[in-house]
């Protein structure tokens, strides 16, 4: 067999594929063209080292007891391989170095390089694995910040933060040699009991592609490649069971479900996506050709990878009965356009090698997707001469993965992500006329566990469960802890009452009479993150219903029966219904799993330090049944004013959050109010700060199409901006709304955009739309594809001046 070295090279005696000079496409099919098919194979698979390697308390077979951090973990740790034997020709991924048990930074480069030598000494030409990792809290790796959860990056509704964390995480990973980060999750949320809630931007398809493609373009900007997850229809499974079948059809899959993904990679410059687990109408998204090339590729001219998610492939033969084993799994997975199998090869081994040669299994195929990743490595710099394995990492003894900048941001993020549902009696603790209490009882078993505060893809709650007895590995103070720093002079006691699940009550009269001999309560309820069952939110993580977990409204119960007034701080991973909660709370405070600075965060706002910001991603049921009962619904599927005796009317509905000053949005002035349906139009608002505070207002505009050839929403979010406005402050915000803003999915399945009068609303939440205006698209109906209008701009004019009179 030829080596590099006796292979095509350039005049200057560089091998084609290794000369920068090239476009990226000749350096690709140069090293292709000399590839054999098990060389070529050989990169469509990946390998999980570490997965199942010893630690200080770990079980004595060496492997890392405690939950699972993937679906059908065992199966990969049972039949695990030698890294030298799993690249013998080669290797596509290397799934997780950094972030499948506690490692320094240091420590994870060292196994790095040692792991991209035996790869690049089982490839003939010295092609090094493309470095994975996950990235949905922070680098999820021991010591790195655990930032807000992604609904709490979707409560601030402010797409540039959101950039600017993706930059920040792109950053650290890229010093320790990763490439690949599988992040954002981009699914709407469409029953709130699924567990991966927290996971996700909300219940609407535009704000989760405003953000979605914020937080894609900071990583990728960072030089690491964002995945897109999970596509597509995950969050949709019947009674929201995690896997489950998705419950919808093609109209709701088009216009609700994929928008973000197309705006990731159109706006946000996405590089790669990850198959949805789940099954749409019977056909497993992992083997849909029309979801994974006839869209994605035909439709949309996404050039990336498309990769597995963990166990996908094998999942089609173990779990949906489509195929017979996992070697037929990967061959209609690779056939219908996916490129690359995580988190190890179990489908796309080398059964494809002799496949092609018994001419079951054509080439092309196989070089489709090689084609892929090997345009991703050379993008990369892997392939360029002076790349080194110790070179990739040269970062990582310097690199300090949970800075000074890194904290400031997570609190500034945690800070803005905070709603406030109502002051009621008690808020701000300060302020105001109001001094401190003299003793302060803080309950509740979210009060004293730093844990609460991270979501389920933080190192902490993601792995750490394998590894009893190991600190965090971040400073978190808990929300007590924050508490008694916000509060010097009062004297605070703690009871936590009972535990986040289960039934025990032993906790309650403690609680109940710290309670009653404090001036005035708070009690911190809600979730822990965990996975598969081991936690209340998070992956694998479902909810029968919207109740509070364990025992939690039991013990709110008792403490509202006490006569001291409780603030109620909810964190959690999901909205629970508080219909029973909030006529009794004297102030009632949502955070979303605000991360390690999230508990200063939460005090901040308690005190009236920091000012209420954060905004609604997902409503607030009055009651725990009746799901699922998001926003984006027709107009059956709202309140049905009788025809039905279940009221799905939220208690505080999308977009919604209090502040402790005061906003008015008035004075709407459209440019036009007929406009042809390839048309734009220009709405402005003024937006002042009536109040004695400066703040944060989320300015939203709504769209509802009177009549339509479907039944459309009674109102979808079509713009947003977040502005922060000075006491007696004003500015006017306009939205330019292009007729391509109005598009859905008719009735023979192509996207239009349909003559007639549409609905304009501004406000600051979907039930506080003040500002109205009608506007009339006049033409002939219009077929409207990739290259439509995604967006909608906004600028930003300070005071009263509106130069175009609009």
Not at 138 to 148: E, I, K, Q, R
Not at 531 to 556: H, I, K, Y
Request: charged share 20%; proline share 7%; hydrophobic share 40%.
């Amino acid at each position: 067999m030829p080596t590099a070295e006796s292979l095509p090279v350039t005049g200057r005696g560089t091998p084609r594929w290794r000369d920068p000079a090239l476009p990226v496409s000749d350096r690709v099919e140069a090293l292709m063209a000399e590839m054999t098919v098990a060389e070529k194979v050989a990169q469509l698979g990946s390998r999980w080292i570490g997965n199942a390697t010893a630690h200080p308390g770990e079980d004595g077979d060496g492997r890392a007891g405690g939950p699972r951090v993937a679906p059908i973990q065992e199966v990969f740790e049972s039949g695990s391989i030698p890294l030298a034997e799993a690249c013998r020709d080669g290797l596509g991924h290397l799934t997780r170095v950094y972030g499948s048990r506690p490692v320094t930074a240091v420590e994870g480069a060292a196994e790095l390089v040692s792991s991209q030598h035996t790869v690049l000494r089982g490839s003939r030409f010295g092609i090094p694995a493309l470095v994975h990792e996950e990235c949905l809290t922070g680098f999820t790796t021991y010591g790195a910040t655990v930032y807000p959860a992604a609904l709490a990056w979707a409560a601030t509704f402010d797409a540039d933060l959101v950039r600017r964390l993706g930059a920040a995480i792109g950053r650290d990973m890229r010093a320790v040699g990763v490439h690949q980060g599988l992040a954002p999750v981009l699914d709407v949320v469409r029953d709130y009991r699924w567990g991966r809630v927290e996971e996700t931007m909300g219940e609407d398809p535009y704000l989760v592609s405003m953000l979605g493609a914020a937080y894609v373009a900071g990583l990728e900007g960072a030089g690491v490649i964002a995945t897109l997850k999970h596509f597509a229809g995950y969050s949709a499974s019947r009674a929201a069971r995690n896997h489950g079948p998705a419950a919808l059809g093609r109209r709701e899959l088009t216009d609700v479900m994929l928008p973000p993904f197309e705006t990731a990679i159109a706006v946000g410059g996405a590089r790669s996506v990850m198959n949805a687990y789940s099954e749409v109408d019977g056909v497993p998204a992992g083997i849909d050709s029309w979801l994974l090339t006839d869209l994605l590729r035909g439709d949309w001219g996404f050039t990336g990878t498309v990769v597995s998610d963990y166990g996908a492939v094998a999942f089609l033969a173990g779990m949906h009965g489509v195929a017979s084993d996992p070697e037929q799994a990967g061959v209609l997975a690779l056939s219908a356009g996916m490129d690359v199998e995580l988190p190890d090869t179990v489908g796309f081994g080398r059964h494809f090698v002799d496949r092609v040669a018994r001419g079951e299994l054509p080439e092309s195929l196989v070089d489709r997707a090689v084609r892929r990743l090997l345009t991703q490595k050379v993008e990369l710099g892997l392939l360029d001469p002076g790349w080194t394995p110790e070179g990739s990492v040269a970062a990582a003894a310097e690199v300090d993965l949970d800075s000074p900048e890194n904290r400031e941001l997570a609190g500034e993020l945690a800070e803005r992500s905070v709603v406030l549902l109502d002051e009621g009696s008690a808020l701000p603790l300060l302020g105001a006329g109001r001094t401190a209490p003299g003793r302060l009882a803080v309950i509740g078993p979210c009060a004293a566990d730093s844990r609460t505060l991270m979501g389920c893809y933080a190192f902490p709650n993601h792995v750490l469960p394998r590894h009893p007895g190991l600190a965090l590995g971040v400073a978190a103070p808990t929300v007590l802890d924050a508490l008694r720093r916000e509060l010097p002079d009062t004297e605070i006691v703690h009871e936590p009452g009972c535990d986040v699940s289960g039934g025990d009550r032993s906790g309650f009269a403690a609680a109940a009479d710290a309670a009653r001999e404090a001036d005035l309560c708070v009690a911190v309820v809600g979730d822990r993150a965990g996975m598969f069952g081991n936690g209340t939110s998070g992956e694998g993580c479902d909810a029968e219903d919207l109740r509070l977990p364990g025992v939690q409204a039991d013990l709110l119960a008792e403490l509202f029966a006490t006569g001291t007034p409780v603030v109620v701080v909810v964190v959690s991973g999901r909205p629970y219904a508080l219909g029973e909660v909030h006529p009794r709370a004297a102030g009632l405070v949502q955070a979303f799993m605000p991360g390690q600075e999230g508990a200063a965060a939460v005090a901040g706002v308690l005190s009236g330090r920091v000012q209420p910001a954060g905004k609604l991603p997902v409503q607030i049921p009055r009651r725990p049944g009746g799901q699922p009962g998001t926003y984006l619904q027709p107009p059956l599927g709202g309140n049905t004013h009788g025809i039905s005796n279940i009221d799905p009317t939220p208690l505080f509905p999308f977009g919604y959050g209090r502040s402790y000053t005061a906003f008015a949005v008035d004075d709407l002035r459209v440019s036009a109010t007929d406009i042809p349906t390839d048309g734009e139009f220009v709405v402005s608002v003024r937006v002042r700060n009536s109040g004695a505070r400066a703040g944060h207002e989320v300015v939203q505009l709504y769209l509802r199409d009177v009549v339509a050839q479907v039944t459309r929403p009674v109102r979808q979010l079509a713009g947003f901006v977040p502005v922060r406005l000075e006491p007696g402050e004003s500015a006017r915000i306009r939205f330019h709304v292009h007729a391509d803003r109005t598009a859905f999915t008719g009735r023979d399945l192509r996207r239009i955009v349909e003559p007639g009068e549409v609905e304009v609303l501004v406000g600051t939440s979907s039930a506080d739309l003040p500002c109205r205006v009608a506007v009339r698209l006049t033409g002939p109906t219009r077929v409207v594809g990739h290259d439509r209008r995604l967006t909608t701009p906004v600028d930003r004019q300070q005071g009263e001046a509106d130069a175009d009179g609009r």
